[in-house]
Every structure is written in structure tokens, then in C-alpha cells.
């Protein structure tokens, strides 16, 4: 949605003062200044003063979902099969990082600002976990060339732990989450992804939630979350 838009449904202040806000500079997304009319999508940072927004939507919520393939991780309404529209929860919120229209398995989303960056930058060293079906038997030589390091992206991607499930599945560990990274990882080595399954984040896993279901993380998962951030 567009930043106006997106700043007054935080309760912060109107769109007026938005644009007031976005001549003096002083509104970024994703670090960089932001311009008039510019477009927010879930997964971005948007900060003022270099601050979070503060969410006065009373309290925090913090939701696990089980997304199915062809759900799209974003706000955009006019994108069919959009997250935030498939969730219909009855208060704003957004994903906490993304899954490609092609995989399943775990996303975050929550109202609380606060504790997307945490989340999602790559040097805390927050661990998610995938399990991975290819079209051809996985090998050591794979796993070990996938756990030290692939070179995708103009960059190689940081050590990671991968371990064999089945003959054509394994289960990996990342720190990080490059765009279409597990995906690019094995197109490199030969093999190509049949299915792709996030199954935890930090501390939260599916917990035997149902494809295409949601739910509240419980207390403990949440009291635990905070204190890893």
C-alpha cells in the first residue's frame, strides 16, 4: 500500500502529516529516504526519525501460519491469493519476511514493528528450518557443498546445516534468507527444488497446524521469541 496509507492505519499520524513527514526526510524504508507516494510492501522496514512505528492497535499480535503453495506474501489487494486477504484477520497486520508463491510451510505475521528487523537480519543468526524435496538422489557431496557454502547472488551464501531425510529429501538450517535462496542453492549444484516446506523459525514450528490454517502463538512461544530477539 502506498506510505500515506500505510502510516495513518498505524494511528502515527494522518496522511497530510505523512507528507510532511516525507519532504523533511525523514521517513525511511528500508533504510533509504522515502519518496512521495512510494509503495510498502509487508517485509519492509519502515522507520521514522530512524525509529519503529509504534502499533496502537492495542495489543500485539503474533499469529504462525501454515501457507499453502500459490499464496502470494503480500498486502497488495489487487494481487490474487495475497496473504494478508487470505488471513482475514480483523486488525492490520503483515508478514514477517516471505515465502515464494511455489512453497509452504511456516510465516510469521504480526502488528508488532518492533520485532521485524530482529527477525530478519541476517547477522543475529536466527535459525529457519526447511525440508527440501529434489528430482535426484541427494548425495554427501551435495550436503556438503550445500553446508559450506553456495555461490549465488554475486555472493556465496554463510555455512548452513543440511541433513539427508531420504533419498530424494533433506532438511536444511539457514541463518540467512537471500531471495529464492534454497532454490538458487540447488539449481547450482545440478538439482531442482519439487517441494520446498518451512517447518520452524527461531523457536516456533507448525506444531501440527494444518495447510492453510493459522493461529496465535501461545505465551510461552512468544515470551521465548522476545527474549531470543
Same mark, same amino acid.
Given at each position: ?17 505523512? &507528507?510532511?513527514? =516525507?519532504?523533511?526526510?525523514? /521517513? ?16 519492509? /522496514? ?16 503474533? $499469529?504462525? $501460519? ?17 496473504? =494478508?486477504?487470505?488471513? &482475514? ?16 510451510? $511456516? /510465516? ?16 543475529? &543468526? ?25 555461490? =549465488? ?20 538450517? $539457514?541463518?540467512?534468507?537471500? &531471495?529464492?535462496? /534454497? ?47
Amino acid at each position: 500500500m502506498r506510505i500515506n496509507k500505510y502510516i495513518s492505519e498505524t494511528k502515527f499520524c494522518s496522511r497530510r502529516e505523512t &507528507n510532511r513527514l =516525507i519532504a523533511a526526510g525523514r /521517513i525511511t524504508i528500508n533504510g533509504k529516504v522515502c519518496e512521495k507516494g512510494a509503495i510498502v510492501e509487508p517485509h519492509n /522496514i519502515v522507520l521514522i526519525d530512524g525509529k519503529v512505528i509504534p502499533v496502537y492497535d492495542g495489543e500485539a499480535v503474533y $499469529l504462525a $501460519l501454515n501457507k499453502p503453495v500459490g499464496i502470494i506474501c503480500t498486502a497488495a489487494e489487487h494481487v490474487a491469493g495475497n496473504i =494478508i486477504q487470505f488471513v &482475514n484477520y480483523p486488525s492490520r497486520i503483515f508478514a514477517i519476511g516471505r515465502l515464494d508463491k511455489a512453497s509452504e510451510g $511456516l /510465516i510469521l505475521l504480526t502488528n508488532d514493528g518492533d520485532i521485524v528487523n530482529k527477525i530478519m537480519r541476517s547477522e543475529h &543468526n536466527h535459525e529457519k528450518e526447511y525440508v527440501v524435496s529434489v528430482d535426484k538422489p541427494v548425495t554427501d557431496e551435495f550436503m556438503a557443498t550445500m553446508a559450506q557454502g553456495v555461490a =549465488i547472488l554475486d555472493t556465496v551464501t554463510k555455512p548452513c546445516q543440511v541433513f539427508k531425510e531420504s533419498e530424494y529429501e533433506f532438511r536444511i538450517i $539457514l541463518t540467512q534468507g537471500l &531471495n529464492l535462496q /534454497i532454490r538458487r542453492m540447488c539449481k547450482t549444484l545440478g538439482y531442482k527444488v519439487l517441494k520446498l516446506e518451512r517447518i520452524r523459525i527461531m523457536n516456533i514450528t507448525l506444531d501440527k497446524l494444518e495447510r492453510g490454517k493459522w493461529r496465535h502463538l501461545k505465551d510461552g512461544e512468544v515470551h521465548k521469541l522476545l527474549s531470543m530477539l
